[in-house]
């Protein structure tokens, strides 16, 4: 699912539901099954959610009694919430996979593909730029169609009649909330980023980190949680240490950040 073939059917939904069955105790697959899939159903979705949870260490098979069993702490999977914030918190052990790179691609490019999505209105002629970026991903359109519902869920951009709008608001959010960086205190935006990383990586190329400049999904999440009062932004005159945000003239901060405060939710 996540390493190669992404799948529509393995939706965030299923994977959770499944997660709520097993918080009572292990289960033989059979009976997991009939739990997760109902009998009148025309399509057979159970094992793709299955590979789902497994590959994102969420249960395991049990090889002494022959069962499938949750691993994750109960917390983890307590709310949908909760079970977006340990995907997030353990994204980058997916990081060799179909669906990160896709993610990176989109993130690091978002700028070019939001127009090119724009203006082809078409999956397959969007699955073909993105393959272009990098071969290995080896796109094709149900991929695309899953990696919209996983990536929207994740929180890396928001889905509008199958459009895609890049904003990684969400995903910044509980990545800071995982990061050791402390409420009320002010960051210099170098600061700020460096304390995200592993988990920016991404969003955020190398390039990009060096250059201090912001594509647009991540411009969008910076404005998008100042405007929540998550976090404050802060402009000061005559600094060096500037960073470059994708162009909004309408908003107060319409292209350069150097500080950053974490006010929380």
Known sequence: MFDSNMRTEAIPERVYSLCQILKNGKLEEKELRSLVEPPKESTSYFGMVRDAAKQLSLINYDEDSKQLELVADEEDVASFSDFRRYVNRNIEKLSSGQFYKTVQIY???????????????????????????????????????????????????????????????????????????????????????????????????????????????????????????????????????EWNMTNMNLHPFSSIITDVVYKGE
């Open 107 to 241: 993130m690091y490019n978002s700028d070019n593909l939001f127009k090119i999505e724009k203006d082809l209105q078409s999956v397959s002629k969007l699955v073909g730029v993105i393959n272009e970026f990098d071969g290995t991903v080896n796109l094709n359109e149900e991929n695309m169609r899953a990696w919209r519902f996983w990536a929207t869920f994740l929180g890396f951009g928001y889905l509008h009649d199958m459009f895609f709008l890049p904003n990684a608001a969400t995903f910044l959010k509980d990545i800071i909330k995982n990061s050791s960086i402390e409420k009320e205190k002010a960051y210099t935006i170098d600061e700020f980023i460096a304390m995200l990383h592993p988990s920016i990586n991404i969003c955020l190329s190398q390039e990009n980190e060096s250059s201090r400049r912001m594509n647009l999904a991540l411009s969008n999440a910076f404005r998008t949680l100042n405007d929540l009062g998550i976090i404050e932004l802060k402009t000061v005159n005559d600094r060096s240490d």
